[in-house]
């Protein structure tokens, strides 16, 4: 299981009582290399304890179908193929429970892409989980990956906070690029990283990766 990356704080529920004045979300996405089997969901939940976090974007659940369940203390919401197909991908949101009344609706767009919507008295929060396509695989799937991101952006309100995270399987290297990619990445950009940031660019996200 790799560490939970993309850690950020989003100010969201703000309170008239001074304690509780900036109370904010904690969010990070994790690539989980598969949920399916025994023990990891609960080793998930620990970390997440453990970290103080109230989302997780989850990648590569490898879990079946689109469904949620109820632990002690979250929720899991994941969108994977369906019986006839490999356990294979898989994504999903683990959710703190004080958080359920607040889920507007979740699109269980494939087992690469999920929505989730939270509404918030400052507005909705739109959050999309993504896992890409690795290497190996073909330009086409690649494509119908990206087409189905444009989809539920274009239909989600730009009022709306958009928050989107996970495994993009792509390297955008360390040269800054129109206010949309910085100059602390690794390694050099290969040709999904230049697509990250065409997509970037096409929809107007400024500071994306």
């Given at each position: 299981m ?11 529920f ?10 904010k979300?904690a969010?990070?996405t994790?690539?989980v290399?598969?949920l399916a089997m ?6 998930l939940?620990k ?16 879990m ?6 109820e632990?002690?203390e979250n929720y ?9 197909h ?12 004080h958080?359920k009344?607040?889920?507007?609706c ?18 909705n929060?739109n959050?999309?989980q993504?896992y ?7 330009d086409?799937?690649v494509?119908?990956f ?10 989600a309100?730009k ?10 399987n792509?390297k ?7 206010n949309?990619a ?10 999904r990283?230049?697509?990250?940031i065409?997509f970037c660019i096409?929809?107007g996200r400024?500071n994306?990766?």
């Amino acid at each position: 299981m790799r560490k939970a990356t993309g850690n950020h704080l989003i100010n969201v529920f703000p309170s008239k009582s001074p304690s509780n004045k900036n109370k904010k979300l904690a969010v990070a996405t994790w690539n989980v290399r598969s949920l399916a089997m025994p023990g990891k969901l609960e080793n998930l939940e620990k970390e997440k304890k453990r970290l103080n976090l109230d989302i997780i974007g989850i990648s590569e659940t490898n879990m079946i179908g689109n469904d949620e369940r109820e632990t002690e203390e979250n929720y899991l919401f994941y969108s994977g193929p369906d019986a006839n197909h490999p356990k294979r991908n898989g994504v999903g949101f683990l959710i703190s429970k004080h958080l359920k009344g607040h889920v507007n609706c979740i699109i269980p767009k494939s087992d690469r892409v999920i929505f989730m919507q939270l509404k918030t008295k400052k507005g909705n929060i739109n959050f999309i989980q993504v896992y890409a396509p690795t290497a190996e695989k073909d330009d086409e799937e690649v494509e119908k990956f990206y087409e189905e991101i444009k989809v539920l952006l274009k239909n989600a309100s730009k009022e709306d906070c958009l928050v989107v995270l996970g495994d993009f399987n792509a390297k955008v290297g360390n040269e800054e690029v129109n206010n949309v990619a910085g100059k602390y990445g690794l390694c050099q950009r290969n040709m999904r990283g230049s697509k990250l940031i065409d997509f970037c660019i096409e929809f107007g996200r400024r500071n994306c990766v």
